[in-house]
């Protein structure tokens, strides 16, 4: 059986004026499903750039990305962007929610863009918020949130879709000790529940609670 995720012979050089600045160096890795994953090393090291290419936010120099044993770079761009949407879920350290709209609205966002009827989203977004339990908030907006409750939102809007994976940049690295902390077993609760997360995180506290621990250094895997 496949894993959930594949990664051979990874590269990704970036060309300035000067040099060719090569951040991620010949990365193979497996994830499998249910895991959750820490990604750790030293700020600049590539963690980033490797979690955007396994988004497929970004495409590699070189390279192969497997999902489920399927080649996803062989995609066109439309396509990418279609199982992007419906795969993948992402958590950033700053939560990008949209001021303008409700707590309930941006977590039916993804839902909506993807064409689901507004009434199942809104009843999937409304079960999310609950398991995040922010049932008694959907009405607010992001500016009448704490931080450590935008990013529950973030987190509710990055499991609309039912993605395979989400990622999450740094999703504590914004947050005091106990609101990341609590954001964290909200993470391991879900992961319980057969969620797949890839973290980037510098707390090497939280990433020993992980099943697995990835180091890089100089753009490779320790």
Same mark, same amino acid.
């Given at each position: 059986m496949a894993p959930l995720i594949g990664v051979e012979n990874l590269n990704k050089t970036f060309r300035t004026p000067g040099s060719d600045l090569h951040v991620l160096k010949d990365i193979s890795l497996e994830v499998g499903s249910g895991e959750m994953v820490a990604l750790m090393g030293p700020s600049g090291v590539g963690k980033s750039t490797l979690l955007h290419i396994l988004g497929t936010l970004d495409r590699p120099t070189s390279g192969q990305v497997f999902y489920e044993g399927n080649d996803v770079f062989q995609l066109s761009n439309d396509e990418l962007a279609g199982f992007r949407r419906r795969a993948v879920g992402f958590v950033?350290? @700053?939560?990008? #929610?949209?001021?303008? @709209?409700?707590? #309930?609205?941006?977590?039916?966002?993804?839902?909506?863009?993807s064409g689901l009827n507004r009434d199942e989203a809104r009843r999937r977004a409304t079960q999310l918020l609950e398991d995040v339990n922010l049932a008694e908030r959907v009405l607010h907006k992001p500016g009448e949130l704490s931080g450590g409750e935008q990013q529950r939102v973030a987190v509710a809007r990055a499991l609309m879709p039912d993605p395979r994976v989400v990622l999450a940049d740094e999703p504590t690295g914004n947050l005091d000790t106990q609101t990341g902390e609590d954001l964290f077993n909200l993470m391991l609760g879900l992961n319980r529940k057969g969620i797949t997360f890839i973290i980037v995180t510098h707390n090497e506290s939280l990433a020993s609670r992980c099943s697995r621990i990835i180091s890089m250094k100089d753009g490779k895997l320790l």
């Open positions: 950033f350290q @700053f939560h990008h #929610l949209l001021p303008e @709209f409700n707590t #309930l609205e941006n977590v039916m966002m993804p839902a909506l863009i």
